[in-house]
């Protein structure tokens, strides 16, 4: 059992940066491939990136965010750099013993973050 808690959502004015950080429960963290969703309104939820070994990312956000972990601390981390208004979502924090870019493939999910880009 995983329990994950997310952190670190805000407004921020486009071209901006913030960091969403994901604290995990349970000693078996390492086990986990770690990823990030994001649900805007009316949209389905949608993979950001995921990190297991090596990191994936969606096209949209390649180059702008980054997924990093610290298995010592229990922690996943998404730094996200030139915020575009489209960028605006809940962010999902979603663990898994497999790595992959569905969703549907993630059993443990935390609570969401809010991230509003104003234009």
């Known amino acids: 059992q995983v329990q994950l808690v997310e952190s670190g959502g805000g407004l921020v004015q486009a071209g901006g940066s913030l960091r969403l950080s994901c604290a995990a429960s349970g000693r078996t963290f390492t086990s986990y491939a770690m990823g990030w969703f994001r649900q805007a309104p009316g949209k389905e939820r949608e993979f950001v990136a995921a990190r297991s070994w090596k990191s994936y990312y969606s096209d949209s956000v390649l180059g702008r965010f980054t997924i990093s972990r610290d298995n010592a601390k229990n922690m996943v981390y998404l730094q996200m750099n030139s915020l575009k208004p489209e960028d605006t979502a809940v962010y999902y924090c979603?663990?898994?013993?497999?790595?992959?870019?569905?969703?549907?493939?993630?059993?443990?999910w935390g609570q969401g973050t809010q991230v509003t880009v104003s234009s």
């Open positions: 979603a663990a898994d013993p497999r790595s992959s870019v569905s969703s549907n493939d993630y059993n443990y």
